[in-house]
């Protein structure tokens, strides 16, 4: 309609005896027009909140390019022949040019320009205080999220804008010097939770459910202090600073651990008790499969807002189940679950556990090793993915299934770490051991695929930490007889599949207070059993992209390019 307009325009002036060829249309929006009242800076913030639904967001590479690096995560012989993006972030070939490493990078800078575009717009909108301030406080949020993001996967040596651009040089930041970004990202999660609101006053109004609130800020806060050495190259994590973030989130009351482990990873169950932050998807009407051809997360053509999650990681594919299976958990994975831990089964398919549902209405269990033909007759037995994942096959591409990228049991076992690293051993425990009592807890009628599991038919019987420390027991070769050990152990079958382990396993690698810091990253060093894995300084990021270097000559390259 807007070629139609000017066609008309330029017609009429050709008839005029003195064209006027300055016009504008009263009618059309720009920034200038727009963001005036509460509801249009609302509309502002919810355009940064948009991004994690893109396809470089949470919509579908993020979940990759964040769980393939760990040791708890490799492609299917399925991604070798279709998606050829996978199988190198998994095994540490990839180069600039990867799909993955371009959308993830394009998207979350897509998220800094609308955050920024929200900054500076609310402060002159017609709307009351209480609401500017969220507002403000939101977009600060999702600006040290998208950083926080950008920072994990690619260094610290890359742009940061605290502003829209304003002139043509502004399209080409250079890289940040050292330090730079810790600083804007912690002061962007420490401007946003003295801004926001605590979770109880944001979610009176059912509108608000799923925006971020103070408890999301200072989760990020402590994650960011207890991360700084992936964020500052030759810094030490500030655990003192984490520590305080963590204990206000704890102290506040708003939090507590469901009562079922797996609540926290279905769509029955989304924005609950435990969830600090998630991904919102929906997965409605205009989705891929209707016939308007066209999908949200890829071309913007319909709002349908859901993920394709589920397709990727789930079932195994083949007869009447139509997944393109791409990522798979671990034989590694699979091992370092203790014998009678519930969330096994509630977080993987696998050899006698939970069932799923073919399309043909068989309930059947994930219940043989599928061996890739590899020389090592250990590695390449398949397993698919339960969480974030419905217990029913289906030919629906997509999934509304929110991803949660903060839990309350994460803030515990931070809280439990930070405690141990500043030599409060004895405080640390009870918070681990709430993590693991939820675990035991009885899943009561919650569906047919668990039917008949020990977990269904009476509670779980995993120890408390001390008693699994006295034990001596070893998964995957580390005896677990130490509290670091049995923390390491826990967010390990915890938080699977949440694209936390590569940063951890960084983490503990960085940290000169861990007996293990030489061997903790030696699982990745020959990941795949054929000499193909992790080089030290090099892959602790993904190259910055070749479009970005071929286009900003003032970014440099990383250690990866």
Not at 31 to 52: D, H
Not at 112 to 124: H, R
Not at 178 to 187: F, S
Not at 220 to 231: D, K
Request: aromatic content about 12%; proline content about 5%; glycine content about 8%.
């Amino acid at each position: 309609m807007k070629t139609y307009f000017f066609a008309a325009v330029l017609a009429g002036t050709a008839i005029a005896c003195q064209p006027e060829m300055d016009l504008s249309n009263p009618n059309e929006l720009t920034t200038e027009s727009y963001y005036k009242t509460g509801e249009e800076v609302t509309n502002a913030v919810n355009g940064a909140y948009n991004m994690l639904q893109r396809n470089g967001g949470w919509g579908r590479y993020m979940f990759f390019i964040i769980n393939g690096h760990g040791d708890d995560w490799d492609f299917t012989y399925k991604a070798s022949a279709g998606e050829k993006e996978t199988p190198p972030i998994c095994n540490f070939t990839y180069d600039a040019s990867n799909r993955m490493v371009y959308e993830c990078w394009d998207d979350m800078y897509a998220m800094v320009y609308a955050s920024n575009l929200a900054l500076e717009k609310i402060p002159g909108a017609e709307a009351t205080d209480e609401l500017k301030d969220r507002l403000m406080g939101e977009a600060y949020f999702l600006r040290g999220l998208a950083y926080y993001q950008l920072g994990q996967l690619y260094g610290e040596e890359i742009p940061v804008l605290n502003s829209t651009p304003k002139t043509r040089d502004d399209f080409y930041a250079p890289s940040a010097a050292p330090g730079v970004l810790y600083k804007q990202m912690t002061d962007d999660f420490s401007m946003a939770a003295d801004l926001l609101p605590l979770r109880s006053k944001m979610y009176a109004d059912p509108a608000n459910i799923g925006r971020a609130a103070k408890g999301a800020a200072l989760g990020y806060l402590a994650r960011s202090c207890m991360n700084r050495p992936i964020f500052e190259q030759g810094q030490l994590s500030d655990w003192a600073r984490a520590e305080a973030a963590l204990k206000q989130i704890i102290e506040s009351n708003e939090y507590q651990l469901t009562y079922i482990f797996r609540d926290n990873h279905t769509e029955t169950n989304e924005n609950n008790e435990e969830s600090l932050f998630e991904v919102q998807f929906f997965n409605g009407s205009g989705s891929y499969n209707d016939q308007v051809g066209e999908d949200f997360i890829e071309s913007w053509g319909q709002s349908d807002q859901s993920t394709w999650r589920e397709q990727e990681i789930g079932q195994k594919d083949g007869g009447d189940n139509t997944n393109w299976w791409n990522m798979m958990p671990t034989l590694r994975t699979q091992d370092e679950f203790e014998e009678n831990d519930p969330r096994h089964f509630q977080s993987l398919w696998c050899p006698y556990g939970a069932r799923y549902r073919l399309q043909n209405d068989r309930w059947v269990t994930f219940d043989k090793f599928f061996p890739k033909g590899k020389k090592d007759p250990d590695w390449g037995k398949m397993f698919g993915c339960r969480k974030y994942c419905a217990d029913i096959s289906t030919s629906d591409w997509e999934s509304g299934i929110n991803d949660r990228l903060l839990r309350y049991s994460d803030v515990l076992l931070m809280y439990a770490e930070c405690l141990i690293e500043l030599n409060r051993e004895s405080e640390a425990i009870p918070y681990i051991n709430q993590v693991r009592e939820r675990a035991n807890h009885q899943m009561l009628e919650y569906g047919k695929a668990d039917t008949g599991l020990f977990y269904t038919e009476g509670p779980g019987s995993l120890p408390t930490v001390e008693d699994l420390i006295a034990s001596n027991l070893t998964l995957n070769g580390i005896e677990i007889n130490t509290l670091r050990r049995a923390l390491k152990h826990e967010r390990w079958v915890e938080l699977f599949g949440e694209g936390l382990r590569f940063n951890d396993l960084l983490r503990w690698s960085y940290n000169p207070n861990d007996p293990d810091q030489a061997t903790v990253l030696d699982p990745l060093k020959n990941k795949q059993g054929e000499g193909v894995g992790f080089i030290a300084g090099k892959h602790e990021y993904f190259p910055i992209p070749s479009t970005e270097l071929s286009t900003n000559p003032n970014v440099k390259p990383n250690r990866a390019n």
